[in-house]
């Protein structure tokens, strides 16, 4: 009936041939036991599980869906209009970074960065995360996170909450 599942190398059941097809399957993309994005029949993508049956793990409600390389995240995307809205999703399908965002700049030093019109926000693994409230964000060579609002800048202090704490000359 044209439906696909998945298969590793030795031959075991990843996931039931129940779908229309799978946004990535190369064999670096694919992590054991992670989920992966899984097309239904109307070619919208969501979250399913790789432990033989293929169970959705998130609604069927994307037109992109990817893993961040080099994370356990994974980049979803709704097209509204014209526009590809994008967010960030764990293993589990909680949007941890609202599918609401312009653009996501990739998982680098535990850290993301993202923008809403012309506003960045910043997440971190360490539960740290802001709106996009920011002019201008950096992440320098020892992983501090610079940014500016207005005519104040300083760095953010992960470690208790989101606050500026040093000054720096723009």
């Known amino acids: ?4 599942g998945l298969k590793d190398v030795l031959g075991n059941i990843l996931i039931s041939p129940i ?6 399957v190369y064999s670096y993309i694919i992590k054991r ?3 992966v994005a899984a097309f239904n029949e109307n070619m919208k ?22 893993m961040l390389p080099f994370s356990p995240y994974y980049l979803c995307g709704k097209k509204i ?3 590809m809205l994008v967010g960030v ?3 589990n399908g909680d949007e941890i970074i609202p599918c609401t ?3 996501v700049y990739g998982f680098v030093n535990d850290s993301i960065i993202f923008k809403k019109g012309d506003k960045y926000g910043y997440w971190s693994i360490y539960s740290c995360c802001s709106e996009p409230i920011y002019d201008e964000i950096d992440i320098d060579e020892e992983c501090n996170v610079w940014v500016k609002i207005g005519d104040k800048s300083g760095y953010l202090d992960i470690d ?10 723009v």
Not at 1 to 4: A, L, R
Not at 19 to 24: I, L, Q, T, V
């Open 1 to 4: 009936d044209g439906k696909v």
């Open 19 to 24: 779908y229309s097809g799978f946004s990535e």
């Open 33 to 35: 036991g992670e989920p």
């Open 45 to 66: 993508l969501g979250l399913v599980t790789t432990d033989g049956n293929g169970t959705p793990i998130t609604s069927f409600e994307y037109d992109l869906l990817m």
């Open 81 to 83: 209009d014209d526009n």
């Open 89 to 91: 999703l764990d293993k």
């Open 101 to 103: 965002m312009d653009k």
């Open 160 to 169: 208790e909450d989101i606050w500026l704490y040093e000054q720096r000359s």
